[in-house]
C-alpha cells in the first residue's frame, strides 16, 4: 500500500463538509483499497484514489471514490486534499497516519 509523501497530522487542517459528523440515516462505509496514481496528463503529479465500500444499510456493497491530490504543483490542490485527508483520518478514530493502508477497513459514517 502505498505511503503519503511524509507523516500526516490531521489535526493541522479544518473538516470539509462531506465528512463532518452526520445524521444516523447517512451511510457506514469502510475504504478497502488505496492506491497513488500518475495523472495522466502531468507525469509529476500523482493522486491517492481511495475505495469506499457501503458496510450497513439500504445501500449496502455499493462503492464510491475519493481522489486526494497530494502530490501536485497546484497548492490549491494539495490544501483541499489535505482537508479531505484530515476528515477521513479524523472519521476512522486517528490523528496521524503514515500510509493510506492505515485508513483501511475502519467504519465511519459518510454523507
Not at 496528463?41 to 456493497?61: R, T
Request: with cysteine; proline share 5%; net charge neutral.
Amino acid at each position: 500500500m502505498p505511503n503519503l509523501p511524509s507523516a500526516f497530522n490531521s489535526s493541522k487542517y479544518d473538516d470539509i463538509n462531506n465528512f463532518k459528523p452526520i445524521p444516523k440515516a447517512t451511510v457506514v462505509a469502510q475504504i478497502i483499497k488505496s492506491e497513488l496514481k500518475d495523472v495522466k496528463d502531468n507525469a509529476a503529479h500523482k493522486y491517492y484514489q481511495l475505495d469506499f465500500k457501503v458496510i450497513q444499510g439500504e445501500h449496502v456493497g455499493r462503492m464510491f471514490f475519493v481522489r486526494l491530490n497530494l502530490i501536485h504543483s497546484s497548492e490549491r490542490a494539495v490544501e483541499m486534499s489535505n482537508k479531505e485527508l484530515a476528515t477521513i483520518t479524523r472519521a476512522c478514530g486517528l490523528v496521524f497516519v503514515n500510509s493510506t493502508e492505515e485508513l483501511h477497513m475502519k467504519p465511519m459514517e459518510v454523507d
